[in-house]
Nanobody, 117 residues
Framework: VQLQASGGGLVQAGGSLRLSCSAS????????MGWHRQAPGKEREWVAT??????TIADAVKGRFTISGDTAQRTIYLQMNDLKPEDTGVYYC?????????????WGQGTQVTVSS
């Protein structure tokens, strides 16, 4: 199973970016997909999750970020508006995947988001 994330870049404070993530490979079903981020010198933190029943999003980004997509299509997005310098970090997508042999969490390689003040 591979997760490919894209869409990161350099943006000024107040700007927007849209991240994309697609899962491929030996997948029977996907229970949920989501985004985490890791700022320099800090631990990885959860940002948002999407499942067939809906979405959840961290308080730190609520009102500015929106997660969308379709786990059945194995593609999700993270629309990030009104970006702030503290949003800088590497953004990782993950997927809770069921295949023939097991169920486990897979992670993408990450995409860098840098917000300048």
């Amino acid at each position: 199973v591979q997760l490919q994330a894209s869409g990161g870049g350099l943006v000024q404070a107040g700007g927007s970016l849209r991240l994309s993530c697609s899962a491929s490979g030996s997948i029977r079903s996907v229970n949920n997909m989501g985004w985490h981020r890791q700022a320099p010198g800090k631990e990885r933190e959860w940002v948002a999750t999407i499942r067939s029943g809906g979405t959840t999003i961290a308080d730190a980004v609520k009102g500015r970020f929106t997660i969308s997509g379709d786990t059945a299509q194995r593609t999700i997005y993270l629309q990030m508006n009104d970006l702030k310098p503290e949003d800088t970090g590497v953004y990782y997508c993950n997927a809770d995947v069921v295949n023939r042999a097991s169920r486990r969490d897979y992670w993408g390689q990450g995409t860098q988001v840098t917000v300048s003040s």
